[in-house]
Nanobody, 124 residues
Framework: QVQLVESGGGLVQTGGSLRLSCAASGRTFSSYAMAWFRQAPGKEREFVTA????????YYADSVKGRFTCSRDNAKNTMYLQMNSLKPEDTAVYYC?????????????????WGQGTQVTVSS
């Protein structure tokens, strides 16, 4: 099993940047595919980005391509989400997720483990 803890959320102005972190417990972090999802008030949880075990493959939602970058450091058991050119519509609770399989990286149902979330608020 793996436990996930997100950090780095906060309040930022439109056009600003934030870097989220997802720290994982356990010694098998490198065997887990990871992802970020987000949920805005009154909306369903949506896919943001996913990254393979090695970091060699990444997937992005169209809405964040070119602005967000997902990476991981397996030596530190941590995944990152660098968010640039933030927009008010990026405001949401951001969750990290993990699973040993990566059958459908953009589906929340593919992930067995979830963090508690971190709030990102982008002011206009």
């Amino acid at each position: 099993q793996v436990q996930l803890v997100e950090s780095g959320g906060g309040l930022v102005q439109t056009g600003g940047s934030l870097r989220l972190s997802c720290a994982a417990s356990g010694r098998t972090f490198s065997s887990y595919a990871m992802a970020w999802f987000r949920q805005a008030p009154g909306k369903e949880r949506e896919f943001v980005t996913a990254i393979s075990w090695s970091g060699g493959s990444t997937y992005y939602a169209d809405s964040v391509k070119g602005r967000f970058t997902c990476s991981r450091d397996n030596a530190k058991n941590t995944m990152y989400l660098q968010m640039n050119s933030l927009k008010p519509e990026d405001t949401a609770v951001y969750y990290c997720a993990a699973d040993k399989a990566m059958l459908a990286p953009m589906s929340q149902y593919s992930y067995s483990y979830w963090g508690q979330g971190t709030q990102v608020t982008v002011s206009s």
